[in-house]
């Protein structure tokens, strides 16, 4: 039953990737709240929340990343699509939530997001060349 379930959650979110981004950015959100008031419990627990959103919504937006870049014919466009329009998505995301939840500085909650510009530059390109070279 768990692997008929993780099979299944495989076809929309990559967990190699969501686990490495939850790890990441729950970590620089940890140093972020922890550096700046001194709170273990509150500083954990702000990155526990960003672990999971990364985990689920980054896993998700990655395997995005991947489709596109496989679906699209040219391969150019494929790459170029597959950088803007999970890094758009995810930015966006990220600073309406700041916003909505009342973060006093949204924006600058949202900086540490950027990182997702060069991960999925870098996905894309790997998994259309992967695809590339299986069709060869």
Not at 5 to 31: E, N, P, Q, R, W
Request: proline fraction near 4%; aromatic fraction near 14%; glycine fraction near 10%.
């Amino acid at each position: 039953m768990i692997k008929k379930v993780l099979k299944f959650g495989s076809t929309f979110i990559d967990y190699k990737i969501g686990v490495a981004g939850s790890i990441v950015m729950g970590g620089i959100v940890f140093c972020i709240n922890f550096f700046t008031t001194h709170n273990i419990s509150g500083s954990f627990t702000a990155s526990f929340k960003q672990a999971s959103y990364t985990f689920l919504f980054g896993g998700f937006l990655m395997k995005g990343c991947e489709s596109l870049a496989k679906g699209i014919n040219n391969k150019y466009l494929a790459i170029g699509m597959s950088v803007l329009i999970p890094s758009s998505l995810t930015l966006t995301l990220t600073f309406l939530m700041h916003n909505l939840k009342g973060t006093p500085r949204p924006f600058e909650s949202t900086l540490p997001t950027l990182i997702i510009i060069p991960a999925t530059a870098i996905w894309g390109y790997l998994k259309r060349k992967e695809y590339d070279l299986a069709e060869n």
